[in-house]
């Protein structure tokens, strides 16, 4: 055994295989002594006792892995070794990614000497920012992940203000005041706008978003990982499978032109298929892996032309300056080049380098392994929207701004899009047209 941790200590290894037998030689007092004194190399446990009856008080030594000598094959044990290699490697991978980001953060901080805060949605990518950037204060709209963004406040040691719609916030006057400020239409302005006047109010001049995370590290579903080995990834049962191509990403992201008509808009003779072939030529990246041409037609529109700008109005008409860290040039163009099977992997699944970081700073895994819900507003409040949306629509169909006949692709998702655009656009109206200051 001395002979052995000289070894351990002197040489480098890939992993160790250690022999458990009670008696001889314990190899649970073995590892969590190698643990506590620093030794990370993947440790694989190798004993006659069912897996069932060892598996919990191995891993809670710090052991990767048990193999039951009467149950494991020798390709299941390389398969472990494999798996826990890789585990070790990611780990270490992420603890400087961490503290690199950490080290960036902090200087940031220093530099701006305001006082900061951060949109914590409860989700993934908020929270990693809450972890990183230590005890920072959080503002979240009221939503179905609250209980979530209290959690994560409490396990990083900041204060929570949760913002909530359904008390005396008119949500079409919040549209319409978006309308006047910006001038631009946005369904989604009322999410931002809110948070932006709650930080504003408490004080805060300067806020941080997570804007670009889902669509950098394969959050969305709809965009597709053609180089993933499995393509049955992720299987965790609370996320789907990747799109299986452009034309149906294209779809998920701008909706189905088929399912709707403007009339008085200008028309394109290009068919759906062209303006699929010009997406593909346009934002190709050709020294990266196959992925990333897809995550950056994401950056480049729904981000670039939809979220950001919503966001940057919304934020500055209440003074309030939003910065996004995961859209840092050096951020985007790392995790474009990692390839689709770094950001997704059995063990995490989607967005699998976030999520790591997670359960290395020992944020609860129902933070992280659950299905997506977004930044949004909370159930009650699209309830009771929901009515709106449909005059919106029949009000703006009998007035010819558009026609629909939704029969192609995701009809209820595109029609439920649809209604809040519908809505948006009349507070809009309301706003420039019914006063004639534009006309129609």
Request: hydrophobic letters at 40%; one cysteine or more; proline letters at 5%.
């Amino acid at each position: 055994v001395t002979a052995g941790l000289a070894r351990l200590r002197a040489e480098v290894f890939d992993g160790g295989l250690v022999s458990h037998g009670p008696g001889v030689l314990d190899a649970l007092d073995l590892v969590e002594g190698l643990r506590a004194g620093g030794n990370e190399e993947p440790m694989i446990l190798l004993g006659s006792q069912p897996a069932q009856e060892i598996d919990a008080l191995c891993y809670e030594v710090g052991a990767d892995e048990y193999c039951c000598v009467a149950e494991t094959t020798v390709r299941g044990l390389l398969w472990k070794f494999a798996r826990a290699i890789e585990r070790g490697q990611l780990v270490r991978e992420n603890r400087r990614l961490v503290q690199s980001e950490r080290q960036r953060l902090q200087q940031e901080h220093l530099e701006a000497d305001v006082p900061t805060a951060l949109f914590l949605s409860g989700g993934v990518d908020s929270s990693v920012l809450a972890v990183l950037m230590d005890k920072i204060d959080c503002f979240h709209l009221r939503s179905d992940e609250t209980e979530m963004a209290r959690y994560v406040a409490e396990q990083v040691g900041s204060e929570l203000q949760v913002c909530d719609p359904a008390e005396n916030v008119d949500y079409e006057k919040t549209l319409e005041d978006y309308a006047r400020n910006s001038g631009d239409v946005s369904a989604s302005s009322p999410i931002p706008y809110l948070v932006a006047q709650q930080i504003r109010k408490a004080g805060y001049p300067v806020a941080f978003s997570a804007n670009g995370g889902d669509e950098l590290f394969h959050g969305y579903s709809r965009t597709p990982s053609p180089e993933l080995n499995d393509t049955f990834m992720p299987n965790n049962g609370y996320e789907t499978q990747s799109y299986s191509c452009l034309a149906k990403q294209a779809r998920n992201v701008f909706r189905s032109p088929e399912n709707f008509f403007l009339p008085n808009a200008p028309q394109t003779s290009q068919s759906f298929i062209e303006l699929t072939e010009n997406i593909e030529n346009r934002f190709l990246l050709p020294n990266f892996p196959k992925s990333a041409s897809h995550r950056w037609l994401e950056l480049q529109t729904y981000v670039l032309e939809d979220l950001n700008p919503t966001l940057d109005y919304a934020s500055m008409v209440h003074s309030v300056e939003v910065r996004v860290p995961f859209l840092d040039h050096r951020i985007v163009e790392a995790a474009l080049t990692l390839d689709a099977n770094t950001h997704i992997t059995a063990e995490y699944g989607r967005k699998s380098p976030l999520k790591a970081m997670l359960d290395q700073h020992k944020i609860h895994p129902f933070i992280w392994a659950r299905p997506k819900m977004g930044f949004s507003l909370n159930s009650e409040v699209i309830a009771n929207l929901h009515h709106k949306k449909l005059q919106a629509l029949a009000e703006l169909s009998k007035e010819g701004y558009l026609q629909i006949d939704a029969r192609i692709g995701e009809v209820c998702r595109d029609f439920a899009y649809l209604g809040s655009a519908a809505l948006a656009f009349s507070a809009w109206k309301k706003v420039w047209i019914d006063t004639g200051i534009v006309k129609a």
